[in-house]
């Protein structure tokens, strides 16, 4: 399968607690996006990396949010202290080098539920 | 500041009939792109269709069609006989000429029915 790939595809947490989110994206795709979406609602942008430099972040991205791309390839989006307002499907996108177009490809999700 | 508005929240429709869903965006920018996505039950976004700002032109691919008009700033989408697979979350989405991030709508979920 060569998509982009979330893990997990589920995490149950206590609020209080940290949590990690890995994607993958397509490998050849050198731009990666994370989004959140709640029930109801689209995709809203929470950030997104070129290589490994992040060009820019929401405002919907707390203090206790924190991504990286530290080789250019995979990404983490760590959320600390977690809250149940987090509870969300966090996405991740990639899309591919040069497309002004801004084509986005998208994995399945990764959905937090924090209890 | 860039907006997308989709004013349907649910349609219901039998199966083989027409539907349009409709979608509204806001822009300062000259040069965007416009987008709809696909959002199955399975929760996976599926790219469906691409406009650029700078041409109008409505095509055809298959059964789906899109309306483009800059005067209203919409960009409709149309299904043509639609089938019961056809039921999903659609979404609408726009890019600026500025950085790489998708604004998307609210969503309109399409239910069809055998």
């Known amino acids: 399968d060569t998509g982009v790939s979330q893990d997990p595809r589920h995490k149950i947490t206590k609020r209080g607690q940290n949590v990690t989110f890995r994607c993958d994206p397509i490998s050849e795709h050198n731009r990666l996006y994370w989004y959140r979406q709640t029930l109801g609602q689209g995709p809203e942008f929470l950030t997104y990396f070129q290589n490994e430099a992040q060009l820019e972040k929401s405002r919907l991205l707390s203090d206790r949010f924190s991504a990286e791309r530290p080789k250019g390839s995979f990404s983490t989006l760590e959320i600390q202290r977690t809250e149940q307002g987090d509870s969300a499907m966090y996405l991740c996108a990639s899309s591919a080098k040069g497309s002004y177009t801004g084509e986005l490809f998208f994995g399945e999700g990764s959905r937090l539920t924090v209890l | 500041a860039q907006k997308v508005t989709q004013a349907q929240t649910e349609i219901s429709v039998v199966e083989k009939e027409d539907v349009t869903l409709d979608c509204v965006y806001e822009t300062r920018d000259t040069t965007y792109y416009l987008f709809w996505y696909k959002q199955p039950p399975s929760g996976e976004l599926v790219f469906l269709i691409r406009?650029?700002?700078?041409?109008?032109q409505n095509e055809i691919s298959g059964r789906y069609s899109w309306n483009f008009q800059k005067s209203t700033s919409s960009f409709n989408f149309t299904i043509t006989a639609s089938q019961v697979v056809d039921s999903a979350v659609y979404f609408c989405?726009?890019?600026?000429?500025?950085?790489?991030?998708?604004?998307f709508g609210q969503g309109t979920e399409l239910s069809v029915k055998p």
């Open positions: 989405a726009l890019k600026g000429d500025q950085g790489g991030k998708l604004i």
């Open positions: 406009r650029n700002s700078f041409d109008e």
